[in-house]
């Protein structure tokens, strides 16, 4: 048993009882008198407790109480960044200083710079991103091996269940940032998770899965006996896999899975990829990257989101866009630097994505993972990615998998030991139905995605 830095609580969130504004301000001003043109700073604070679980006990504690300062100073258009987590003022001062000697040295850069003064964030609604879970260790464990018994319960003679973990994990967070124009922006927030890996066993043959639940909001995770469910359900199916014939076949990826599709989709329309041209999608904006019945939309106001946010990393307004319109993309993903790079505006995306939903306007209700393996009739199902197969520059892509033959509609039996491969651009673009079974992961949404087809290369 591990156990780090425990007690029976979560730390209390800036224990330390800064105001980090006041910190920011003095950071900056103190910037600006050793000759800074510009300045930028963010402080953050983050708690958290993570308990893990196994054979219903414990095996790890680990808690953490972190504090971060972040400062980039500008000499013209030449910067500098430094950090320390030493809130002490002479470590700041030396922080400070290691700021501008970098400013003074490095390089000209005509992309370097505060954001356009009239692009910050005015407005700062309430989005309920903080929400305490007030549970300790003792109460962590619990949860953790309830999943634990969920899993274990489906243990059989031929498909023995075993845990490889059970983990709890709580973690509370507040920030900071501010410039010298004036900017200043923050809020606390939180995410709170309960995963497990389990392993079926029958013979000589193992195979591992996972399932995890996690939100912003404890109340909205789901049960553990669900989530323990689940994966041994999942670990137990992945029995007697063997592999499929060589051919193109229609491919139905999991909604977890589909997931993936989204990510790389964002990866190649990214500003940092596009300004080095180390993308498929260069030079994109009003070309037909989907079928006209797919939309992606990003909105950094949902209630609660993973990726909800009125500002970004810079201060920047977020704004509700489609990213693509019936197909169409209409939107890069850009920061101050990566957009002055391209000669266009930010998008307000320092930092990330803020809440991307990928759906099409041919989804039904009904359209759940039954219905769509039903839609596909013969193909394969993909259920897990393995390997990073992926290239930037041509779209090319080749993952192992491991997933479900189905036939006449019906899962036949598990695969394994297969690869599939394309074009990311020909995978968007043969994109035949997206499904209604949504899962949120992060800032990603979407439900599984059924592709016209690929290559399959098996036995």
């Known amino acids: 048993m591990k156990i780090t830095n425990s007690s029976h609580s979560i730390p209390k969130l800036n224990s330390n009882n800064i105001d980090f504004y006041e910190l920011i301000e003095s950071i900056i001003t103190r910037s600006r008198k050793i000759g800074a043109d510009e300045a930028f700073a963010s402080v953050a604070n983050n708690v958290g407790l993570s308990v893990s679980t196994r054979n219903n006990d414990i095996e790890t504690v680990e808690q953490s109480n972190d504090f971060s300062i972040d400062i980039t100073m500008y000499a013209g258009q030449c910067y500098g960044s430094a950090?320390?987590?030493?809130?002490?003022?002479?470590?700041?001062?030396?922080?400070?200083?290691?700021?501008?000697?970098?400013?003074?040295h490095t390089a000209f850069d005509s992309a370097a710079g505060l954001p356009d003064i009239n692009l910050l964030a005015t407005k700062f609604p309430d989005l309920h991103l903080h929400h305490v879970w007030p549970i300790d260790v003792e109460e962590a464990v619990k949860i953790a091996i309830r999943a634990e018994q969920s899993a274990l319960k489906?243990?059989?003679?031929?498909?023995?269940?075993?845990?490889?973990?059970?983990?709890?994990?709580t973690s509370e967070g507040y920030f900071v940032i501010g410039n010298s124009l004036k900017f200043f922006g923050g809020y606390s927030y939180s995410c709170h998770s309960l995963s497990i890996a389990t392993i079926s066993s029958y013979d000589n043959e193992m195979q591992q899965s996972y399932w995890y639940t996690s939100n912003r909001n404890p109340l909205l995770l789901d049960n553990p006996e669900n989530v323990g469910y689940i994966s041994a359900k999942r670990s137990q199916a992945r029995l007697k896999a063997r592999r499929i014939h060589t051919g193109k076949f229609p491919i139905l990826f999991e909604a977890p899975v589909a997931l993936s599709l989204l990510g790389h989709f964002t990866q190649a329309v990214n500003g940092g990829a596009l300004y080095r041209n180390a993308s498929f999608l260069v030079n994109s904006i009003g070309k037909q990257i989907f079928p006209n019945h797919i939309d992606i939309i990003e909105d950094p106001y949902i209630i609660g989101g993973m990726g909800s946010t009125s500002f970004?990393?810079?201060?920047?307004?977020?704004?509700f866009r489609k990213i693509v319109n019936k197909g169409i993309l209409e939107g890069y993903f850009l920061s101050t630097y990566t957009a002055r790079k391209l000669g266009l505006r930010t998008t307000g995306n320092s930092g990330g994505t803020h809440n991307l939903t990928l759906e099409s306007c041919k989804t039904q209700k009904s359209d759940n993972l039954e219905s769509m393996i039903r839609k596909m009739k013969k193909g394969l199902l993909v259920t897990e990615l393995i390997g990073q197969?992926?290239?930037?520059?041509?779209?090319?892509?080749?993952?192992?998998?491991?997933?479900?033959?189905v036939e006449n509609g019906e899962i036949q039996h598990a695969v394994q030991e297969v690869t599939i491969a394309g074009n990311l651009l020909d995978i968007f673009q043969k994109i035949v139905a997206v499904g209604s079974d949504t899962i949120c992961r992060g800032t990603k949404t979407t439900g599984s995605i059924l592709i016209e087809n690929m290559m399959i290369a098996g036995s």
Not at 90 to 98: G, K, L, N, T, V
Not at 312 to 319: F, R
């Open 154 to 169: 489906l243990s059989n003679d031929l498909a023995k269940i075993t845990v490889d973990e059970s983990m709890v994990k």
């Open 389 to 405: 197969g992926v290239n930037y520059v041509t779209g090319d892509y080749s993952r192992g998998i491991f997933g479900f033959w």
């Open 312 to 319: 970004d990393n810079e201060g920047v307004q977020t704004h």
């Open 83 to 104: 950090s320390t987590s030493d809130f002490s003022q002479s470590a700041i001062d030396e922080a400070i200083q290691a700021a501008w000697h970098l400013a003074r």
